[in-house]
């Protein structure tokens, strides 16, 4: 299990097992977030496995399946919420956590700078300046 934090409340990582779930506790997360869709992974590791092994631990979990082609406002809407909802720290999971880091990315367009957020993202091994563009051209649209 590789959990990176990017903020106090925010962390992802690459996908992770069933049998992560108890250090995923002892790391002090209180929210799970899926963002892999099921047809990227075998059964035991699809979502209804993972909510299995994540509730029984008492932790919260949710399924917010994302692709290239579902990653839209209402979905980054839909994660921050969650995020939001979340009594203490998510752990949102992916193939390799680039797409959870997308998805804090654009949440925060128009809330930080461009830099700020890519430099945030760069700390925890994820390098989203490809992303520049769309973070300018939210956080524009937002004025």
Not at 47 to 60: F, N, P, S, T, V
Not at 99 to 124: E, F, N
Request: aromatic share 4%.
């Amino acid at each position: 299990m590789d959990i990176r934090p990017i903020t106090d409340r925010y962390n992802v990582s690459p996908q992770i097992d069933p049998e992560d779930a108890a250090a995923i506790k002892e790391a002090g997360i209180t929210t799970v977030i899926c963002n892999r869709p099921d047809a990227e992974v075998p059964p035991s590791h699809q979502a209804d496995a993972m909510r299995a092994a994540i509730e029984a631990q008492g932790l919260r979990f949710e399924v917010l399946p994302i692709t290239h082609q579902t990653m839209s406002p209402d979905r980054v809407a839909q994660q921050a919420a969650i995020v939001e909802a979340s009594d203490g720290p998510v752990l949102a999971y992916c193939a390799s956590g680039t797409r959870c880091s997308v998805l804090w990315a654009l949440s925060q367009a128009g809330q930080q700078p461009a830099d700020s957020i890519l430099q945030t993202v760069a700390r925890a091994g994820y390098d989203l300046s490809a992303l520049r563009p769309t973070l300018d051209a939210a956080a524009a649209a937002q004025r």
